[in-house]
């Protein structure tokens, strides 16, 4: 049994795949080479690992090597920061967490912050998020970080799908922000005016 509607899975693909998409394969040009990060992503035993291995191997460390990742994983990764996140039951979560992560920043003074959310995520499914809102709150939860940084560290978002029974494995997707924000507004648009 997959964890993905036959509708989410064409909406992932859609993103990737048509003109307008916004979700790019990753290659080494998402990572700066042999720099150390801050790593926000859900904690899920099954997919974790995944994503600190092939990070860490696409910025350029050997799998013997440390890849030098201070990770941060809270439940649902980046969508946690969002700015009244149904996904944070108590009030100001998303301020403690932020805080956190302004922390890791200045404690650690590494400037590269690499932000996941994933598909199908128990955080999120639980709040109700659909798969856009995911995408949504990713971008927020950037934002929000860049802002209290005052654009003083390099964030970017990342979207991993474990595919599960549909054959595919598990991928990991850079957002491309302005595409991203495009087709946000888009889909706000069309739900607020149907044809
Ligand atoms: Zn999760």
Not at 114 to 131: E, F, I, N, R
Not at 161 to 176: F, I, M, P, T, V
Request: charged fraction near 25%.
């Amino acid at each position: 049994m997959s964890g993905w509607t036959e509708g989410e899975y064409s909406l992932v693909r859609e993103a990737r795949d048509s003109e307008r998409g916004f979700l790019e394969d990753l290659d080494q040009s998402c990572f700066r080479q042999r720099a150390p990060i801050i790593l926000v992503c859900c904690s899920d035993w099954k997919r974790r690992h995944d994503i600190i291995q092939h990070t860490a191997a696409l910025r350029g460390y050997r799998p013997d090597e440390d890849p030098e990742t201070h990770a941060l994983n809270w439940h649902g990764g980046v969508i946690r920061l969002a700015p009244n996140s149904p996904t944070n039951l108590i009030p100001k979560t998303d301020e403690m967490f932020l805080q956190e992560v302004v922390n890791a920043l200045r404690w650690t003074k590494f400037r590269d912050l690499v932000m996941y959310a994933h598909w199908p995520c128990k955080q999120a499914t639980v709040a109700g998020l659909t798969v856009e809102e995911v995408w949504q709150a990713s971008m927020s939860g950037r934002d929000r970080v860049v802002e209290r940084m005052s654009g003083s560290v390099t964030a970017r978002t990342f979207f991993h799908a474990d595919y599960e029974n549909l054959q595919a494995g598990k991928r990991s997707y850079y957002l491309h922000p302005r595409r991203c924000v495009s087709w946000l507004t888009q889909a706000r648009d069309d739900t607020s005016h149907p044809r």
